[in-house]
């Protein structure tokens, strides 16, 4: 199956597992994966995989959105693994169907992508390792996805983009979508994005001035939307053997909503009767969150007492690579060696992956 | 301290730069309006290349608290230096962060000897 094994490299001397690496899938590299009509729209229509939120993430050609290092599995190789020190990648595609209004063309597009990530980039070396993106208008068509790439082997895990599903991702509407998840072995990452925010949170979309305003909040609204709605529905007691990993908003948020939720449900417990648990414990002891952006507070000590009260049992490593908010491992990694012991360092950067999405590595 | 030449003068333009290996670090020259200036190629955030971004002017804001108007004017063209990783600003005259307040790069003086350009380490 590999072309090459890679030789692990380290940061420090931690085994590095990625959580969070993204593709940025050309469409043209598309076409090959649609069957018709689907093929020709992607071919013809010019208005590719979604529609444009029109906000400018370069801040006016300040920088650029090159995304070169990620088009083929040697150029991701070489630019994250050789150059940035990571060890195993887990890919996902950035799909981000989940927010579009057409469903058939949703799952169309889902099911391109596994199979690209596949074919180009998980079957090329044997430390390449992925998660499935599962749109989410449609449980049913999810489910089968789910089934389907169970038996795909450098598959561990699923990837929703969760800025934008209708209804929240704890509404019993997609019990077999995480049934499906739960009987194949497959955990769940939620990944949100400034992209859906036109389409979960409309009215902010409009009325915000400044993209720095919407990435600010989409990440961490998103998160938290799908955090709430996935414990008081009691989603995690309905499936309780998954595991849930939330992706690139940071850790700060993760305490905040915990400690909020937790005294709500104290004085409105019957609101969510399946739940045996405060809602924290359902956090410590079932979800992860990646440590990618890491917040950066005026005093470096600020950011040791967040990470201790997130708990290094629960923080994954990610850098976000090759997005302009990606996080330099050698950096976290440098702020984790000063702050805490070497155990805690090894479960951030490898062990809570590890056990996250089931790795034999 | 040791000298280096690191090119002649007519092999960095106006506008242009060149970076360069010394010692093991990686150091960027730049022509600045005739003036060089040479600066360690490592971004104060996260030790991104900062050199080897786009130089650009950038936006400035004035308040006017009489008439509750907020004035924008796209200022200093050429004068901004844009780390490619995550678009940290650095005035690119003095080497000082714009973006984060107590932050400079590390710079190394460069003069001209007989057409070459020279930098002291
Ligand atoms: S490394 Fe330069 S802005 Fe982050």
New binding site residues.
């Given amino acids: 199956m590999s072309q090459e094994v890679a030789s692990p490299d380290v940061v420090g001397d931690e085994l590095t597992i990625d959580s969070d690496v993204h593709l940025q899938i050309r469409h043209e590299d598309l076409v090959p994966y649609l069957d018709e009509p689907w093929r020709s729209r992607m071919k013809d229509s010019h208005t590719g995989q979604q529609p444009n939120d029109g906000w400018d993430r370069t801040v006016n050609g300040k920088f650029l959105m090159d995304f070169d290092s990620v088009q083929t599995a040697e150029d991701l190789k070489h630019s994250l693994c050789n150059d940035l020190g990571v060890d195993y990648p887990i890919i996902n595609t950035l799909g981000l169907m989940s927010r579009n209004p057409e469903n058939d063309w949703s799952v169309a597009l889902m099911k391109a992508h596994n199979d690209f990530l596949i074919d180009n980039f998980l079957d090329v070396y044997d430390n390449f390792l992925g998660l499935a993106t599962i749109t989410t208008q449609q449980p049913d068509k999810a489910a089968e996805e789910i089934d389907r790439m169970a038996s795909e082997e450098d598959i561990v895990g699923i990837y929703i983009h969760n800025t934008g599903p209708n209804p929240p991702l704890g509404d019993s509407f997609y019990d077999s979508m995480w049934e499906a998840a739960e009987d194949n072995d497959l955990n769940v990452a939620f990944h949100g994005s400034a992209d859906g925010f036109m389409f979960e949170f409309p009215r902010q979309n409009q009325s915000l001035n400044q993209f720095i305003e919407v990435h600010t909040l989409a990440h961490p609204w998103s998160q938290m939307l799908t955090m709430i709605s996935l414990i008081v529905e009691g989603t995690v007691e309905k499936f309780p053997d998954l595991r849930w990993a939330f992706l690139e908003a940071g850790l700060s948020w993760v305490p905040y909503m915990l400690f909020r939720l937790n005294k709500e449900y104290s004085m409105r417990r019957s609101e969510a009767p399946l739940l045996e648990k405060m809602p924290e414990e359902y956090f410590r002891e079932k979800m992860y969150v990646a440590s990618q952006p890491l917040e950066e507070p005026m005093a470096q000590t600020d950011l040791a007492k967040l990470i201790d009260v997130v708990g290094t049992d629960n923080i994954l490593f990610a850098t976000d690579y090759p997005h302009w908010d990606f996080d330099?491992p050698e950096t976290l990694n440098q702020h984790l060696q000063r702050m805490f012991d070497p155990e805690d360092l090894t479960k951030v950067m490898t062990q809570n992956a590890i056990e996250m999405f089931d790795l034999t590595i | 301290m040791k000298e280096y030449n690191i090119a002649k003068e007519d092999e960095i333009g106006v506008g242009e730069r060149i970076v360069t290996e010394i010692e093991g670090r990686e150091i960027a020259v730049f022509n600045v309006d005739g003036e060089y200036v040479a600066y360690l190629n490592w971004?104060f955030?996260?030790?991104?290349p900062?050199c080897e971004g786009k130089v650009t002017g950038t936006t400035e804001a004035t308040w006017d608290s009489e008439n509750l108007t907020q004035t924008l004017t796209y200022t200093r063209e050429d004068e901004i230096l844009n780390?490619p990783?995550?678009?940290?600003e650095y005035d690119i005259q003095t080497g000082e962060c714009i973006s984060r307040s107590g932050v400079s790069l590390p710079s190394y003086p460069v003069r001209i000897e007989e057409g070459n350009i020279i930098l002291s380490l």
């Fill in positions: 330099n | 971004c955030h996260q030790a991104g900062c780390c990783w995550h678009g940290w």
